[in-house]
């Protein structure tokens, strides 16, 4: 007579992780959530915050809608301020934006590409101080930079504010080894055979690799 055999103890451990993984993951999840609703909270609070008028947003449910005439009072109101200021300051912050954006990524793409791969005197000293630059606080910068601009009579103007945000030694760093890492020096070597220029190479060749 034979008996049923006990479970083998691998078995039993698989099925035992197999367990705490699902109850991590569910644990995981929860916790995620709630993170995602935390953080979403205050959007929503903006949200219906735009529908009620001075009175109703102390006196009616902090997290619900209360009247969309009141939301559409509000935005004709907040558009027409002051003969329309706030579409100025939406214009203005396109601007800057979209300027100190574009024209820092390019300073910082061309510099980490020629800290990359280009050998030339003081290049390890600039990029020492270029990190060394990182760890100022911007606002021990506020100070000089004014008075910088002041000399050439560009402080109340647009680029007061485009101008210094162009350098960003934080992106050149990364920009730098971003380069390093997946731009080989044999690609670069095979276009300047082909008869490419430096700056063929860089437009043709390095810059199409570093789209990501």
């Known amino acids: ?23 991590g993951r569910v ?5 995620m959530v709630a993170m995602i609703l935390y953080f979403l909270l205050p959007f ?9 008028n ?21 935005l004709r109101q907040l558009f027409t301020y002051n003969d ?17 954006g574009v024209g820092a990524t390019a300073v910082a793409t061309f510099a980490g ?6 050998r030339f005197p003081g290049r390890n000293l600039l990029f020492s101080s270029l990190l060394g630059a990182i760890m100022v606080p911007a606002t ?7 008075l910088l601009l002041s000399k050439v009579a560009l402080t109340n103007t647009m680029w ?10 934080f992106g050149v760093y990364l920009v730098r080894v971003y380069v390093q890492e997946s731009l080989p020096d044999e690609l670069l070597e095979a276009a300047r055979v082909d008869g490419a220029g430096e700056l063929r190479v860089l437009f043709n060749v390095a810059l199409p690799t570093l789209k990501p």
């Open 160 to 169: 007061a504010v485009i101008l210094p945000s162009l350098l960003n030694p």
């Open 44 to 52: 929503w609070w903006l949200v219906v915050a735009a529908t009620k």
């Open 27 to 31: 644990t995981v999840n929860a916790v």
């Open 84 to 100: 329309g200021e706030y579409l100025r300051w939406m214009g203005n912050t396109a601007i800057y934006a979209g300027v100190s």
């Open 140 to 146: 021990a910068l506020a100070i000089p930079t004014y």
């Open 1 to 23: 007579m034979t008996t049923a055999a006990a479970p083998a103890p691998a078995v039993t451990a698989r099925a035992h992780r197999r367990a705490s993984a699902a109850r």
């Open 113 to 118: 590409y020629a800290f990359a791969k280009y």
């Open 54 to 74: 001075n009175d109703a947003l102390f006196s009616t449910a902090a997290l619900w809608f209360h009247s969309p005439a009141s939301f559409f009072d509000n």
